[in-house]
C-alpha cells in the first residue's frame, strides 16, 4: 500500500519527509530547487519551474547536465482539484549526426563507440525541450525562466560538495585521456584555476551566461539555427567533428504517449523506448507475480534482483528507437512474455540471458504546483560532462550519448545517420484510477531503471514514505551474477544472496547507486509529500 505519509523512517537520515500545499520542487542542488520555488512564487506553474531549475542545473550541476545534452520530460496538467488529468511525454534525445556512419567509426580504427571526443556526439536536445515546454504548457515568459541561471553563471555560485567530487573526478579522467584540440577548451572552461573547484569554492562562466542569454532572447532558436548553430558547426569543422548545422538545423523534439504497467493497483509510467523506462516496466510486471514479506525477506531481495537481470539483459537486447525495434514494447510487456521470464526465478542465482517475445551523468527534478500539475524531468550529458568537447567561448559541453550505439550490423541498435541511440535517462510518475500522484526518478546511467524498481516498491510494496523510500540503501546488477550492495545493506541479506550464488560485491562510494527525488501528492488533500536524496546535495523548497 502507498502510505507517503507514514512516519515509518527505518533508514539513517538528516532528513525527514517534506509536506506542502501550494508547490514543492525537489532538485539534487539546493540554489536549483530554491528558484523553482521562487518561480511559482512569481505565478509561474510546475512547467515553468520545471524548466527554471532545469536551467539552473546546467550552470550549478555541470558534472552532470549542460546545454549539450538531452533530456525527457512527463507532465501532468490537472484538470480538476480531485486530482484527475492527463499525462503527457516529451523525448528531447538528439540524433546522430548526418555523417556519422557505422563505416565512418570503423575506418577511424574504432571497434566499439568511443566513450570521448567527437564521435560520439549527438545532437543536443536540451535546450529544445526547455523550450517546447514553455511553448506548450508554460505560463512565464522565457526570458524569465533563464534569468536566475544567465545570473549564477555571471555572478557566480559555491560549488556543492558532492558537485566539486564529481568535478575532481572528471578532470583526472581528461588529464589522463585528452590531449587533442577539441578538448583542451573543457579545461579553458571548467578548470579556469588549474585544478576543479573545491567545496564551497566560486565558480563562474561568463561564456556560459551569455550563451544561456542568447537561448534566453531567442527562445533557443540560435541554438540550432542562428549564431550559436554557426559556432558549433564551425569548430566541429574544424577539430574533426561529424556534427553541422544542417543536424542542428533539423532537429525536432516528440510528443510521445508514456508507456505503463500497472503493479498493485498503481499504474507506473515511463517515457517509451528509445528510453530504458521500459526495463523498469518489465521488472516490475515479472516482480507483480510474487508476494513480498517485507525488505528484510532473503526471497523478496532474491526475486527482485533476479527479474532486473532478466528485464535489463531483455532491455540491451532488444530495445532500441521504436521504429527500428524487433520486438513490440507491448509484446515485451505482456502478461505471457511476463509469466515466461518469472519462471525462470528460482532460488539459485541466475546469469540471465535474452528471451524472445513473440513478435533499451544525469540529473532528475521533480516539480508541483497548486493546482496540481507536476512534471518529472532528467536532462544529462551521459557520462559526467560528456564527450569532453566543450565549444570555445559558449561554455557548452557536449554530450556522448552516441557511445550507446552499437556497431553490430545485426543489433537493433547499430549506429545509423539521424537515429536516435538506446538512451539511459528516465523520468517516472505514478497515477492511480487516473488520478495523478507524482513525479519520481532516480538518476545514474544503468542505476535508473533499477532505482525506479527499488523505489516503486519501497512506496507501494513495503510502506515507505518518498523519503525513506529514497534513504533505504540500494542493490544494483553489475552483469553476470555480480550484485553491489551499499555498505548499509543488512549484512543478513547480503550473506543469504551469497548462499543463493550472487557475487556480492560491497559499495563504501554510494556516487554510483543513484541520486532521486519523489514528490507524492494526496488526492483528497491536495497536500504534497516529498523525498530529496541523502547521496547527493539535493534539497527541497516549498510553498
Known amino acids: 500500500m502507498l502510505t507517503p505519509f507514514s512516519q515509518q523512517n527505518p533508514y539513517p537520515s538528516q532528513r525527514s519527509a517534506t509536506y506542502a500545499r501550494h508547490g514543492m520542487v525537489a532538485a539534487s542542488q539546493p540554489l536549483a530547487s530554491q528558484v523553482g520555488r521562487d518561480i511559482l512564487a512569481q505565478g509561474g506553474n510546475a512547467v515553468d519551474a520545471a524548466i527554471a531549475t532545469a536551467a ?55 571497434t566499439g563507440m568511443p566513450l570521448y571526443g567527437w564521435t560520439p556526439v549527438t545532437v543536443p536536445g536540451i535546450p529544445a525541450a526547455w523550450a517546447e515546454l ?8 522565457f526570458t ?86 554557426e559556432k558549433i558547426d564551425a569548430f566541429s569543422r574544424r577539430t574533426g567533428g561529424y556534427l553541422r ?93 511476463a509469466r515466461t521470464r518469472r519462471a525462470l526465478i528460482d532460488d539459485t542465482a541466475l546469469d540471465p540471458t535474452p528471451g524472445q517475445p513473440h513478435g533499451g551523468g544525469t540529473v532528475y527534478l521533480a516539480t508541483a504546483d497548486a493546482e496540481g500539475n507536476m512534471v518529472s524531468f532528467i536532462q544529462s550529458n551521459y557520462h559526467g560532462f560528456g564527450s569532453g568537447v566543450v565549444v570555445p567561448d559558449t561554455g557548452i559541453a557536449m554530450q556522448n550519448r552516441g557511445h550507446g550505439f552499437s556497431l553490430d550490423p545485426g543489433h537493433a541498435n547499430v549506429l545509423a545517420p539521424g537515429k536516435k541511440t538506446f538512451h539511459t535517462i528516465i523520468p517516472g510518475f505514478l497515477t492511480r484510477d487516473g488520478v495523478g500522484l507524482g513525479p519520481f526518478g532516480v538518476m545514474g546511467g544503468f542505476m535508473q531503471p533499477q532505482g525506479h524498481v527499488q523505489v516503486v516498491m519501497n512506496l507501494v510494496d513495503f510502506g515507505l514514505n518518498p523519503q525513506a523510500a529514497l534513504d533505504a540503501p540500494r542493490w544494483q546488477w553489475l552483469g553476470g551474477r555480480r550484485i553491489g550492495l551499499e555498505h548499509a545493506f543488512p549484512a543478513h541479506l547480503a550473506r543469504a544472496m551469497a548462499q543463493r550464488g550472487h557475487r556480492i560485491e560491497i559499495a563504501h562510494d554510494s556516487t554510483g547507486y543513484g541520486r532521486g527525488q519523489i514528490i507524492i501528492r494526496d488526492p483528497q488533500s491536495g497536500i504534497y509529500c516529498g523525498g530529496t536524496e541523502p547521496r547527493t546535495d539535493a534539497s527541497i523548497a516549498v510553498l
Open 144 to 229: 524569465t525562466l533563464l534569468a536566475p541561471a544567465i545570473r549564477l553563471a555571471r555572478e557566480g555560485f559555491p560549488v556543492s560538495p558532492v558537485i566539486s567530487l564529481l568535478w575532481q573526478r572528471a578532470e583526472a579522467t581528461f588529464q589522463r585521456h585528452f590531449s587533442e584540440a577539441s578538448t583542451q577548451a573543457w579545461f579553458d572552461t571548467f578548470t579556469p584555476q588549474g585544478q576543479a573547484p573545491r567545496p564551497g569554492e566560486m565558480f563562474r562562466c561568463q561564456a556560459q551566461a551569455r550563451t544561456l542569454e542568447a537561448l534566453a532572447e531567442t527562445q533557443c532558436e540560435s541554438f540550432y539555427r542562428g549564431e550559436l548553430a
Open 245 to 337: 548545422k544542417e543536424d542542428l538545423a533539423s532537429y525536432q523534439t516528440e510528443w510521445v504517449a508514456p508507456i505503463s504497467v500497472n503493479y498493485r493497483g498503481y499504474d507506473v509510467w515511463e517515457i517509451p523506448p528509445n528510453g530504458q523506462g521500459i526495463v523498469a516496466l518489465m521488472a516490475l510486471r515479472i516482480l507483480e507475480g510474487f508476494e513480498f514479506d517485507g525488505r528484510d525477506d532473503p526471497r523478496a531481495l532474491h526475486r527482485q534482483l533476479e527479474a532486473m537481470k532478466l528485464a535489463f539483459i531483455d532491455g540491451q537486447t532488444h530495445v532500441a528507437q521504436t521504429e527500428h525495434m524487433v520486438h513490440s514494447v507491448e509484446s515485451l510487456l505482456g502478461e505471457d512474455y
Open 56 to 110: 539552473v542545473l546546467s550552470v550549478v550541476e555541470p558534472t552532470g547536465c549542460g546545454i549539450g545534452g538531452d533530456a525527457f520530460a512527463l507532465v501532468w496538467i490537472a484538470s480538476n482539484d480531485a486530482g484527475e488529468g492527463k499525462l503527457h511525454g516529451l523525448n528531447a534525445s538528439g540524433t546522430a549526426p548526418a555523417t556519422l556512419t557505422r563505416e565512418a567509426v570503423i575506418e577511424a580504427g574504432h
Open 134 to 141: 514553455s511553448r506548450r504548457f508554460g505560463r512565464l515568459d
